[in-house]
């Protein structure tokens, strides 16, 4: 069920049977103010421009034709200002949608007529360090549009292009093989990347033997000896361990079967290279391999160089993404590429995309995108980091956000079992990370702030869980199952009919999410609607002595599609609800 669809389709053959051309849109948006319908269409205006006629009469015109049509769906077209077409919706209609929606298994939300194939590149950890916050946002805003997408229909293959190759790699298995060695356990040795990372970096800045060792462990791994190569799958699994557990605790969909690193591609490297030569795109400079985008010049003309081959023969960061793209393309058949990154690499994919379009490796069916995201800041307005100005361990985050949930919790209900307590600080902890920054739009910086993301009021993931859990203490307290309610559905006063409308429009807003990959939408979304429901609750009664069985029923019926509906939305976003808090 889509109201903003069923209205188009109306109301544009309302326009054909006015003889308007059939490239005009009908432009139905929903009203924007109370009074002034609760949908309009806007068509009129243009099409009156492009006709040469006056627009007025024209919507007088196009609402004669629209009556029939919307007989028993709108109570009222009216014309208003220059031409806008004001629609009122249908109470009894309404009911009737609200009560196929509430026992709906997919909330009556239809799959997309035509999915596509959508590989999503998100998180991309390298695997020589910590995972740190700098991934958080990647890992947690792609993730929320993988389960958006794949809800809608869409195929969705995820993608963690993690960072497992490269000169430093030489290095840490050199470290790895002294360690191991030393004191034989893997795990141990890398139970902190960080301080393994130094320990090595140490090394190889003050000894030599260790250094050139390190070297040339580089060139017989990128040559495949075997024993280089399992050093290397050794340390790769122990810290890819890491990262999946992080991914766990984040309830994160990610796991090792999505991992295909820069690594993956090293046998295309050099093809690559070879068919960007033979296209006249790249040419040596200064004995490397470059690619010149004039398309991506500077200010005065001069173009914007892409070295794809170090003089030497080594490859960088940009030719395993040239590589992956055109995997992606011709062998995972991709229709959409989302590359959830940085806004800092804005360059480094704007030169990936262009090349990929001059080589055709990506025709312009395939939609390529960098869903650019802004960096995440301190309270001190400066990127976030310790005390002591270190990067900051997602792991330690994430125990810290249950922590302080859980004190939160504690604080708020003296009710609770100490099981219970423990699994909704999880729910709570983790929810306002994830929920803290997807309610942000994705493209700014945003302050990381522990007391407004663990609000019980404004825009943040307890208030959406505790709305979610008033709901369930109704249903409790009237000793009902939802389920069971079979009664009409009777949109009666004006706060029920303004919430079951922003209810039926749940589909419009997730078109528009994963048309722009904005998850902050839905976040607003939901939290609109646990305020109209607030508004709802305080003046429609429900279990108030004297109100009819049928008024209550009808009523509960709605407030359980408001519960379904956050519940919906916080799961598409990746965050749980829970009976009570
Ligand atoms: N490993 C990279 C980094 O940490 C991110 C990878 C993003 N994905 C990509 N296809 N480049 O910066």
Not at 4 to 22: F, H, Q, T, W, Y
Request: charged fraction near 25%.
């Amino acid at each position: 069920m889509n109201i903003r669809e069923l209205l188009n389709d109306k109301v544009l053959s309302a326009m054909a049977a006015c003889g308007i051309p059939a490239d005009l849109p009908a432009l139905i948006a929903p009203g924007k103010k109370a009074g002034f319908g609760d949908y309009q269409a806007n068509c009129a205006m243009g099409a009156a421009k492009v006709m040469g006629t006056n627009p007025r009469e024209l919507a007088g015109r196009i609402v004669a034709a629209l009556q029939p049509e919307l007989e028993g769906i709108a109570d009222k077209l009216e014309i208003a200002g220059p031409g806008f077409i004001n629609i009122d919706l249908n109470p009894t209609w309404l009911g009737q949608q609200i009560a196929s929606a509430q026992t709906d298994a997919r909330l009556n939300i239809a799959n997309v007529s035509n999915p596509q194939t959508v590989v999503i590149d998100y998180s991309g950890p390298n695997l020589a360090k910590e995972m740190h916050v700098g991934h958080l946002r990647s890992t947690i805003i792609g993730d929320a549009l993988a389960r958006l997408l794949e809800f809608q229909g869409h195929k969705v293959i995820r993608q963690n292009h993690v960072g497992d190759w490269g000169t430093q790699f030489g290095m840490l298995i050199a470290e790895l093989e002294e360690q191991l060695g030393a004191n034989q356990d893997g795990e141990m040795a890398l139970k902190d990347l960080e301080v393994f990372y130094q320990q090595a970096k140490k090394h190889f800045d003050d000894d030599e033997n260790f250094a050139n060792k390190a070297r040339d462990y580089v060139v017989r791994l990128q040559s495949g000896d075997a024993n280089m190569l399992k050093l290397w799958q050794q340390f790769k699994d122990i810290s890819l361990h890491h990262s999946t557990e992080i991914y766990q605790q984040l309830n994160v969909t990610l796991n090792d079967e999505h991992v295909r690193g820069e690594s993956f591609y090293n046998n295309d490297l050099a093809p690559v290279v070879k068919e960007l030569q033979d296209q006249g795109l790249a040419s040596e400079s200064e004995g490397a391999q470059v690619v010149f985008l004039q398309e991506l010049a500077d200010k005065d003309g001069n173009p914007s160089p892409v070295i794809i081959q170090k003089q030497g023969g080594g490859f960088l960061y940009a030719t395993s993404d040239i590589a992956a793209l055109r995997y992606r393309v011709k062998t995972l058949h991709a229709n959409r590429i989302m590359y959830f990154i940085d806004a800092r690499q804005s360059l480094h994919m704007q030169q990936v995309f262009t090349i990929a379009r001059k080589a055709k490796f990506a025709d312009d069916s395939v939609s390529l995108e960098h869903l650019a995201f802004g960096t995440m800041m301190g309270n001190d307005g400066k990127p976030f980091k310790t005390r002591t100005g270190g990067t900051v361990k997602l792991a330690e985050l994430l125990t810290e956000a249950v922590e302080r949930a859980g004190n939160l919790v504690r604080e708020r209900s003296t009710d609770l079992s100490e099981s219970e307590i423990t699994e909704i600080a999880r729910k709570v902890g983790i929810g306002s990370v994830k929920y803290s920054d997807l309610s942000k739009t994705r493209t700014n910086d945003y302050i990381f702030s522990w007391d407004s993301m663990l609000s019980f009021e404004g825009n943040t993931a307890p208030y959406m869980q505790y709305a979610f859990t008033r709901v369930q203490s109704i249903f409790r307290k009237a000793g009902v199952q939802p389920e069971s309610l079979q009664n009409k559905i009777v949109i009666g006063t004006e706060q029920e009919k303004t919430l079951a409308i922003k209810l039926l429009q749940f589909s419009e807003v997730l078109d528009q999410v994963s048309r722009e990959a904005l998850p902050h939408l839905l976040c607003t979304y939901l939290y609109e609607i646990a305020s109209l429901y607030m508004t709802f609750y305080e003046a429609c009664p429900i279990l108030k002595e004297g109100i009819e069985p049928d008024v209550r029923d009808s009523r509960l019926r709605l407030c359980h599609l408001v519960a379904r509906t956050i519940e919906q939305g916080l799961d598409l976003l990746g965050i749980e609800v829970m009976e009570r808090m």
